[in-house]
Antibody, heavy 120, light 106 residues
Framework: QVHLQESGPGLVKPSQTLSLTCTVS??????????WSWIRQPAGKGLEWIGR???????KYNPSLNSRVTISVDTSNNQFSLSLNSVTAADTAVYFC????????????WGQGALVTVSS | DIQMTQSPSSVSASVGDRVTITCRAT??????LAWYQQKPGKAPKLLIS???RLQSGVPSRFSGSGSGTDFTLTISSLQPEDFATYYC?????????FGPGTKVDL
């Protein structure tokens, strides 16, 4: 059974960089059958797709965040990461990592989510 | 960006009711549409991919249909565990986008 778990600071100061890591267990992140994605959800609001990475390193980002976001992969630790710089209070949200299956073009496994608050 | 709309935004229903949720895309997305169920404090759960493909382990009372720009999620007989918020998501064009959600409550 595939399991994803987010980790990282729960509090980030404005203008600083938000960094989260997603650890994948129960399967290899190096599989060519999946994309590895980040999605966020402000409290009481809907879901926003942030971006995804393939094992080749190919990335796609949401243009609304494009200049501030980087997703990277660490195959040796079976992890992928999110970096979002120059954060503001508007970036406060629960951040989910998820696996997108190439076969079904949908997010079939999700982490439990990590709340990140941007505040001084 | 492709905008996704859902209707209704909320629905009050009873156990045993048939519930239908509509999702509409502002552009043609073929059948690149997924449905998710989210309960408070939990991650979304994939119910349906490719507009109508039921995921393994998802009860058969859930069904999806549609193509192009108009889609529906139907719960044929609502069960107590189905009270949740449902989101559609298009995977046809970057950036992927979600609908605003439909809350199904008692």
């Amino acid at each position: 059974q595939v399991h994803l778990q987010e980790s990282g600071p729960g509090l980030v100061k404005p203008s600083q960089t938000l960094s989260l890591t997603c650890t994948v267990s129960g399967g290899s992140i190096s599989s060519g059958s999946f994309f590895w994605s980040w999605i966020r959800q402000p409290a009481g609001k809907g879901l926003e797709w942030i971006g995804r990475i393939f094992i080749s390193g190919d990335t796609k980002y949401n243009p609304s965040l494009n200049s501030r976001v980087t997703i990277s992969v660490d195959t040796s630790n079976n992890q992928f990461s999110l970096s979002l710089n120059s954060v503001t209070a508007a970036d406060t949200a629960v951040y989910f990592c998820a696996r997108e299956s190439v076969a079904v073009a949908a997010l079939d496994y999700w982490g439990q989510g990590a709340l990140v608050t941007v505040s001084s | 960006d492709i905008q996704m709309t859902q209707s209704p935004s909320s629905v009050s229903a009873s156990v045993g009711d048939r519930v239908t949720i509509t999702c509409r895309a502002t552009q043609y997305i073929s059948t690149w549409l997924a449905w998710y169920q989210q309960k408070p404090g939990k991650a979304p759960k994939l119910l349906i991919s490719d507009a109508s493909r039921l995921q393994s382990g998802v009860p058969s009372r859930f069904s999806g249909s549609g193509s192009g720009t108009d889609f529906t999620l139907t719960i044929s007989s609502l069960q107590p565990e189905d009270f949740a918020t449902y989101y559609c998501q298009q995977a046809n064009t970057f950036p992927f986008t979600f609908g605003p959600g439909t809350k199904v409550d008692l």
